[in-house]
């Protein structure tokens, strides 16, 4: 086998078995979870949160692209894949990847349970990706894996005011824009946007603002209110990880 052809066949093997998938709102707290029967407590456990990147194949109908991929590939990836490490009783965060510093914790409290779940906080379009818990004992080891996509719209919490003596809903986003596009929706999905307001909230000197909106439609109290922002700017649209590597087009020929 060569050199090309095993490197073809590690990096579909990273890809490995399809993960329970999990969504979330930018902006938000999410848990990643994870349990094993065989962990009782911190005693002789190790275990550790990784990510990979999420990889998507793109079709090739030519030689020379397919192979012309492996000279520009990139098979290392540049960041260390350590979310979270727990071993010798206590955490172990020295090679945490950067981008996880002071967002992810595990709550010790559970491990007895076999717990090992991952709060991240503050979920960002670049914590999009796949990740793997491993967990290793006297008496057994495993491991799990869970996708994480974030969503593209920002889904703030909506709170009730009076303008004017009226009813209204009101939301106040968390991210900063450049051309954000406000959305209200009611419990039925219908869209309310057109009776909605929105407003600058406060800008900085890039020009990336964060805004405030009211939704002024009949507003019932008892009612359920989404609001869903997104920038619309093309060139300031979310940036996610995502590695592409190329696969061959088949062609069947018959006759």
Not at 218 to 243: A, G, H, W
């Amino acid at each position: 086998m060569t050199s090309l052809t095993t490197a073809l066949e590690n990096l579909r093997s990273s890809k490995g078995e399809s993960a329970e998938e999990l969504r979330a709102y930018p902006f938000t707290d999410v848990t990643l979870s994870c349990n094993f029967t065989f962990v009782k407590g911190t005693e002789n456990l190790e275990f550790s949160w990784e990510r990979e990147d999420i990889k998507e194949e793109y079709v090739v109908e030519t030689d020379k692209e397919y192979y012309r991929f492996f000279r520009y590939y990139d098979f290392f990836e540049v960041f260390s894949k350590l979310v979270y490490k727990f071993r010798n009783n206590t955490e172990q965060l020295e090679d945490q990847n950067s981008l996880y510093e002071g967002r992810v914790s595990v709550d010790r409290a559970d491990i007895s349970e076999g717990i090992l779940s991952l709060l991240l906080r503050n979920v960002d379009f670049m914590d999009e990706a796949i990740y793997k818990c491993s967990a290793v004992t006297p008496t057994g080891r495993g491991e799990s894996t869970i996708k994480l996509i974030v969503e593209d719209s920002e889904m703030p919490q909506v709170q009730f005011a009076k303008i004017d003596d009226k009813d209204v809903a009101t939301c106040v986003s968390k991210g900063w824009y450049l051309a954000p596009n406000v959305t209200w929706l009611d419990r039925a999905e219908r869209d309310l946007s057109n009776h909605s307001t929105v407003e600058v909230l406060e800008e900085q000197m890039n020009g990336f603002h964060r805004v405030f909106s009211a939704l002024k439609y009949p507003v019932k109290l008892n009612e359920i209110y989404v609001c869903l922002i997104r920038e619309t700017d093309v060139n300031n649209q979310p940036f996610r990880i995502i590695r592409k590597y190329p696969k061959h087009q088949l062609y069947i020929v018959t006759g």
